[in-house]
């Protein structure tokens, strides 16, 4: 009996530990910003330099795929087979944090390629390998154009 009550203590205690370890911290001029899982298949972005904080559509922790100036670049995971990832950014201002749109890109492997400004990320198109989509931030919105499979991914072009 001692030995199942102590499994079952063990499996209610496992998932608040597995949570309490996936943990983001990124340094950016304006302050500090720390990504965390919440229980609820979230993510919570919080800094001390501004009140509030901002959820992220995410099943599994976020993994930090490029920083630029005062914002992050994050490739998130909605949880489901049809689109195993997306990408955000997430900027921190004077004021408070703020999320761009979403790609909905739902393609793996994108590719991170510098510009003059933000970096630009480059993805294979999931149901048509044919075509390449660039998603561009300007620190505000995200805009996105399908670009020639054949053109490399290089930055500073229109």
């Known amino acids: 009996m001692r030995i199942f009550s102590s499994l079952v203590l063990v499996s209610l205690i496992t998932p608040q530990l597995a949570f309490a370890q996936e943990r983001l911290l990124v340094d950016l001029p304006l302050g500090q910003v720390s990504i965390a899982m919440d229980k609820d298949f979230a993510a919570i972005a919080k800094s001390p330099s501004v009140r509030g904080t901002v959820l992220i559509d995410t099943a599994y922790a976020p993994k930090l795929k490029a920083t630029h100036k005062n914002s992050i670049l994050l490739e998130v995971s909605p949880g489901g087979n ?3 990832v997306d990408y ?3 900027t921190l201002s004077e004021s408070d944090l703020k999320l761009s749109d979403y790609t909905n890109s739902c393609s793996e492997g994108a590719q991170v390629v510098e510009t ?3 970096p630009r990320l480059v993805v ?3 149901n048509d390998p044919q ?3 660039s998603y561009d931030f300007d620190g505000t919105a995200l805009s996105s154009r399908q670009i020639d499979p054949e053109t490399p991914a290089v930055g ?3």
Request: glycine share 6%; with cysteine.
């Open 88 to 90: 955000v950014w997430l």
């Open 156 to 158: 500073n072009d229109p």
């Open 116 to 118: 003059d400004g933000y």
């Open 131 to 133: 075509n390449r989509y």
């Open 82 to 84: 049809a689109c195993p």
């Open 124 to 126: 294979d198109d999931i």
